[in-house]
C-alpha cells in the first residue's frame, strides 16, 4: 500500500492518524501530519477505517487500494466521481515525469507501469508510440532513469531519419505532422501509456461501491480546513484521514501554492486524417516554432 500511495500522491498530499476523541467533545485533540511524505501506518497498527478526501483519480484508487486490503473507507468529495468539474476528468492522461526532479521519480514511474496493468484500469489503457520533438541534434548522453526501463523500449533519434524510419514501421506507419524536420532535429521516442481518465474513473468508482466502499458527495462534504477535516472524520468512526483534494488543498491545507494550471485544450475525433491507414502517436514539444518551456505543445490521441 505505501508504495501505491508514494507513486500517486504529490507534496500536497498529506496522512493524518487521528486519536480517539475526548469525551465529550474532539477539538482540543492533536493531530500528527507528515506533509511530503506518503509514510503509510506502520504494519503493526493498521488503520480500521479511512476517510480519503477527493474523488480524482488519486482519491478513487486510494480508496480501492485500501478496500482491497479488507481496510474500512468512506471516500468523501463535493463532485461525483467522474464529474466534469474534476480536473481528472480532463487530464490528458499521457505517461511522462513533467517538469520533476524528485530523486525517487524512476521509481514512481516503475510502480504507476504496475498499477496501469491492474484489471480494473487496463482496459482503458493504449500503448502508443510517443514523440518528444527537439531542436539539438540527437542526445548522445545516457536516458533520464526513469526511461531505462524495458517497457519503455526508449530511445532518441534524428528527424531527418524519422520518414524513412516511420514508412519502414509495422504494421502501419505512424500518423506524423509532414516536415518535421524543417523546425526539430531530434526527437526521443518511447512506447507510452495513454489512460482514457473519464472511463477509468467510473471503472474504479464502480470498484469501490462493489466492495462496499462509502462513496459520498456533494455540497455538504467540503472541508473547509484540516481541523474540520478531521472532525469529519471522527464523526463517521475512521481513525485515518488522507487528503487528495488536488487542487482543494488550497484550502484544506491553506497551501496558497497550489493554484490551477491548464492551457488552451482543442478536442477533435480520432476517426479523421486516414486513421485507417496510420497509426495514432503522441507528439510533444516544449520547443519553438510549435511550443515553449510556458506553453508546451502536444498531441494526445485518447479514448473515442
Known amino acids: 500500500f505505501r508504495d501505491c500511495i ?3 500522491l504529490s507534496r500536497r498530499f498529506f496522512l493524518l492518524r487521528l486519536p480517539a476523541p475526548p469525551v465529550p467533545h474532539h477539538r482540543s485533540y492533536p493531530c500528527r501530519a507528515s506533509s511530503g511524505s506518503a509514510a503509510a501506518p506502520s504494519s503493526g497498527d493498521p488503520p480500521s477505517r479511512v476517510l480519503v478526501l477527493g474523488s480524482g483519480v488519486i482519491g478513487t484508487y486510494t480508496a480501492l487500494a485500501l478496500l482491497r486490503r479488507s481496510v474500512s473507507v468512506v471516500l468523501a468529495s463535493v ?7 474534476s480536473a481528472s476528468s480532463g ?33 482503458h489503457v493504449e500503448i502508443l508510440d510517443a514523440l518528444q520533438l527537439l531542436q539539438d541534434g540527437p542526445d548522445k548522453s545516457p536516458p533520464p532513469e526513469w526511461a531505462r526501463d524495458p517497457r519503455l523500449g526508449y530511445r532518441t533519434g534524428s ?66 480546513s484540516v481541523r474540520a477535516a478531521a472532525d469529519r472524520a471522527h464523526a463517521l468512526g475512521c481513525d485515518t484521514l488522507v487528503n487528495c483534494t488536488g487542487v482543494g488543498a488550497r484550502s484544506l491545507a491553506g497551501d496558497r501554492a497550489v493554484v490551477l494550471g491548464r492551457g488552451a485544450t482543442l478536442l477533435y475525433p480520432r476517426d479523421g486524417g486516414g486513421a485507417a491507414e496510420y497509426d495514432d502517436a503522441v507528439v510533444i514539444t516544449e520547443e519553438p516554432p510549435w511550443g515553449t518551456a510556458r506553453d508546451p505543445a502536444y498531441v494526445i490521441p485518447r479514448g473515442d
Request: aromatic share 8%; net charge neutral; proline share 12%.
Open 159 to 224: 528527424c531527418v531519419d524519422l520518414p524513412a524510419w516511420n514508412a519502414r514501421r509495422r504494421p502501419r506507419p505512424l500518423r506524423l505532422p509532414p516536415d518535421l524536420s524543417d523546425d526539430y532535429a531530434s526527437f526521443r521516442h518511447f512506447a507510452a501509456p495513454v489512460i482514457d481518465c473519464p472511463a477509468v474513473l467510473a471503472s474504479m468508482g464502480e470498484a469501490v461501491r462493489s466492495l462496499g466502499g462509502d462513496v459520498r458527495s456533494g455540497p455538504r462534504q467540503r472541508c473547509g
Open 6 to 8: 508514494t507513486m500517486l
Open 91 to 123: 487530464a490528458g492522461g499521457f505517461f511522462m515525469p513533467f517538469k520533476a526532479d524528485d530523486p525517487r521519480i524512476a521509481r514512481w514511474c516503475a510502480r504507476s507501469l504496475d498499477v496501469l496493468d491492474d484489471p480494473t484500469i487496463r482496459p
Open 79 to 85: 463532485d461525483p466521481i467522474g464529474s466534469d468539474a
